[in-house]
């Protein structure tokens, strides 16, 4: 919800205070975005031991490494009074001039329902880069589930998105009220466009220039 969104960036920003401040802080998310920008060492547990401590994006790319699947998460049918979300496949990746990827998604409900679908897309540090939605910004576009389990195939343009590693994740809610079910750590997939043109430099995520160019004309 927008409050806890709210509620959570005021922590974040105290946390950071109390940290410049001399104090010591112990922090334990799943948000990796969030690690990486608040934390210098971190702890990386599984199963409840420690798995490797030191430098905090060695600890995000080993934690990312265990956790992200590629091309397909795929989850056991649950017994849920609420929409389950089974399913996330990248089905296509096409790089020709603009990117686009087709996913598909699988989704269980008890009753006919209307949720929304918001995927998320994460650069090579995990950071959230951008989102498509169908029914968070407009309601009329919410998905129409059935009773009992269906798939829905889509295609989301990346346009000019830059040479490098990225992360989809997906859920699916009552926009703005309660996230139903949620796939994160997410997939991971490559993306190496074709240049637009002869001669053309394909931007890359090592040039720290960002994941996307933005366009820019001289006024006459």
Known sequence: AVGDAEFQKKCLGKMKDVATGGRTVLF???????IG??????ILLNNGKVQYFGNTRSSIDKYLKTNISNIEIKRQLQKTTKPFLNLLRIENIDCKINTKITIKIGVNSCKPDSVSLEITLKDHLYNSIAFA????????HMLKLETGYQEKS???????IAKGTYYLTAQIAYPMIEILSKIDPGIQFEVNPEPPETGALIL???????????QIKEIC
């Open 28 to 34: 334990v998310s799943h948000n990796m975005g969030v």
């Open 37 to 42: 920008s608040l934390c210098e060492k971190t």
């Open 133 to 140: 939605s169908l029914g968070l910004l407009k309601r009329e």
């Open 154 to 160: 889509y295609i989301i343009d990346l346009n000019q």
């Open 204 to 214: 890359d995520q090592n040039w720290s220039y960002g994941s996307f160019p933005l």
